[in-house]
């Protein structure tokens, strides 16, 4: 084995490695993937793809991933343990798959070291490492399209996909995420515009779509015929028209986070003639595609979660940048200007400072204690960058700002929140369901509603209406101007804009609501004062239970005296909080009880 032979696989299992500490730093669950987790094991369970048992609401946009993981769950694996080891797996292949295509296509001789970059860019970028895990489908929908666009490109003689199998992945990846059937129009429609002088291409290109238009048309006939709707119920609950602003600070952030304002212009020099053109061509067809992919983000504001829907275009983003760089050096070695060359790995020391400084300062400086909608705060960090780098506190400054602007609207919420949410929130409120369902103080049979219904009805088990309607036909399909909180445009909040309506809640008899999005349960010792609830903290209209250690603080589509029974008749003790903030105490432990009241407010409220 040459020395050459001996660096190139040391180097690139070196990449590798880093890549797997990159995504082992970042391994979290999304409160939002539980969703999936509950339509996996009710198909596991026989129930069918349905949220709450007996109703056909489509709440989820990942068809393949949730069956995947009935698969998995029918074999007793727990769709919350098995998603993060698909997921890493999935990252992983799509990695060798990068690397493979990579080193097919570019490389220029046996062990070309610039086809390392690519692998190198991916390892070292945190969209990549964050979804990796969460427990959505990102990571398979990311694989199967790359895999379907690698089918499709001109590589000359040296590489050849073909047009059948690319449909085939871009099927699978669109029942894994509906934006698949926009990157395959994408994708295909663009293969048919260069190819319009060669009629046998076409043939072969509009055969093969036949294959991805009978498997997602069967998908859209399926859903229609149980769901009763043309597309998943998220996208009635979700799409609320243009959010143009929105979406061009997201994908401004992107390109801020990682510096690529100085990687990016590398790619102009592909087009300088000394770099090869059959390549040149390749490079097109991997990008040019994206472009209404992008629009199609700005357009919708974004997303939620931070870049999710833009780990797509990493590995083409990656192959770009690499080539870029190449054709960089091809023209400052044939230009024989000696300083060129010694400016180059001072270029590549600042892109590189600006790829990961954002990035790695953002997880460091991240707080501890879970708050809503967290702006980062990197140029807040005392980290010795700030303080040697020169600019690089007003740069990072930058980034703080644009995301602030970001999450007051629940666009691009980072992954420390997203972990927080679940660890400090959403877990110990379903754990807590779990136990005093067990103890009989909560039913099986009562319905709840809240928001973030991820891993609180995942766990409990108990039928939920979702209050924003992702889960729900009502909600979601409700008009926007009659949702019960008067939203101004500046107000919009992504996801989050349709509310359930009181009316509604009573129709479903719903027991208990949550006071605030999604908690239900506080500690005794820090919500109580003097055995009473502070008045800064009553809710008109709320119930308050003491159980064990904790309190229960709800409101009800139920008449007052008529919940106070039930929990008395499991002898527990209740207080409301009428319109005017007074709390009643309903039931007397000691005298096993109802306390009169001769409240007529108490007697009909609520």
């Not at 180097?11 to 999936?36: E, G, M, N, W």
């Not at 069967?218 to 028209?241: D, L, M």
């Not at 919009?492 to 479903?508: I, P």
Request: charged share 20%.
């Amino acid at each position: 084995m040459t020395i050459k032979k001996t660096a190139f696989i040391i180097a690139s299992l070196l990449i590798l490695i880093l890549l797997i500490y990159h995504i082992f730093q970042y391994v979290f669950l999304t409160d939002d993937a539980f969703i999936s987790f509950r339509y996996a094991r009710n198909i596991a369970d026989g129930y069918g793809p349905v949220f709450n048992i007996g109703e056909h609401v489509e709440g989820y946009t990942n068809f393949l991933w949730v069956i995947l993981l009935a698969m998995f769950s029918l074999l007793g694996i727990h769709p919350e343990s098995m998603a993060p080891i698909l997921s890493i797996a999935c990252s992983l292949f799509l990695f060798g798959a990068v690397f493979y295509f990579n080193r097919e296509v570019f490389s220029r001789k046996p062990y070309d070291y610039f086809i390392l970059i690519a692998p190198l860019f991916l390892a070292l970028n945190r969209t990549c490492a964050v979804w990796s895990t969460g427990g959505l489908e990102t990571k398979l929908f990311s694989l199967l399209i790359f895999l379907g666009i690698i089918c499709t490109v001109r590589t000359g003689d040296k590489f050849r996909g073909g047009y059948k199998p690319a449909a085939m992945f871009f099927a699978l990846a669109s029942l894994t995420r509906p934006e698949g059937i926009l990157l395959f129009g994408s994708f295909f429609g663009y293969q048919l515009i260069v190819n319009y002088k060669n009629p046998e291409q076409i043939k072969k290109i509009l055969k093969s779509s036949l294959i991805f238009i009978i498997i997602i048309g069967s998908h859209f006939i399926f859903r229609y015929i149980y769901y009763g709707y043309p597309f998943p119920n998220t996208f009635y609950a979700k799409v609320t028209g243009a959010w143009i602003i929105s979406g061009l600070l997201y994908i401004w952030l992107f390109v801020h986070e990682y510096g690529l304002y100085l990687l990016l212009p590398a790619c102009l020099f592909l087009l300088s003639k000394k770099y090869d053109r059959e390549k040149f061509e390749t490079i097109l067809d991997l990008r040019i595609p994206f472009i209404l992919y992008i629009i199609y983000l700005i357009y919708i504001g974004g997303d939620h979660f931070e870049f999710r829907p833009l780990d797509v275009i990493l590995p083409v983003l990656a192959i770009s940048i690499q080539e870029g760089i190449r054709a960089v050096w091809i023209v400052i070695k044939s230009s024989g200007l000696k300083p060129l060359k010694y400016a180059a790995p001072i270029y590549i020391i600042i892109a590189l400072i600006l790829y990961t400084s954002t990035s790695r300062l953002s997880h460091d400086s991240f707080p501890d204690k879970y708050a809503s909608a967290i702006g980062i705060q990197t140029s807040e960090s005392d980290n010795i960058l700030l303080k040697i780098v020169p600019g690089l506190k007003a740069y990072l400054g930058v980034s703080d700002k644009i995301h602030a602007s970001l999450v007051k609207n629940f666009v691009c919420i980072r992954q420390e929140e997203h972990k927080m949410a679940l660890e400090q929130i959403f877990l110990p409120q379903a754990r807590l369901f779990e136990r005093f369902i067990d103890q009989g103080y909560i039913k099986k049979t009562e319905i709840i509603s809240l928001w973030c219904v991820g891993a609180i009805p995942y766990y409990s088990g108990l039928t939920t209406i979702d209050y924003l309607g992702l889960t729900d036909e009502h909600i979601a399909h409700r008009k926007l101007h009659d949702t019960p909180d008067k939203l101004l445009p500046f107000n919009k909040l992504m996801a989050h804009q349709k509310r359930a309506d009181r009316k509604y809640l009573k129709e479903r008899k719903v027991a208990f609501i949550s006071v605030r999005p999604a908690i239900f349960f506080f500690p005794k010792d820090e919500f109580l004062v003097n055995g009473q609830v502070p008045k800064d903290k009553r809710v008109p209209g709320s119930f308050i239970v003491p159980m064990d250690e904790y309190i229960f603080w709800f409101t009800s589509t139920f008449v007052p005296l008529d919940v106070a029974y039930v929990f008395y008749n499991r002898g527990l003790e209740i207080s409301f909080i009428d319109s005017k903030g007074e709390e009643h105490l309903f039931l007397n432990q000691e005298n096993k009880r109802p306390i009169p009241t001769g409240s007529a407010e108490i007697q009909n409220n609520n």
